[in-house]
């Protein structure tokens, strides 16, 4: 299995695909599909059936899971950047590599 630098809840960029440009929150990270679902990123329309009396069915837009290499993290600043890791007293910590802040 391979080793991810994106996590759930970091906001990323897409930097690659039909939706390059677009930023928005990791909702969840599939390590074996090496894909993650991000927040109203790569929408698909989905019919949806009613299944209690007061939902409503339907047509809805739903998030697919995009490949983890098309998105790249985002710093504090708004700058994508890669993640590299650091050491310090013996606790990981993960790096902007183009600034060199803690993320």
Known sequence: MAKYRIKKNDQVRVIAGKDKGKE???L????DAARVLVEGVNLAKKAMRKKRQEDRGGIIDIEMPIHISNVMLMTKGGDPTRVGTKI???TKTRIARKSGEAV
């Open 24 to 26: 928005g929150r990791v």
């Open 28 to 31: 969840r990270v599939d390590r």
């Open 88 to 90: 310090e007293k013996g």
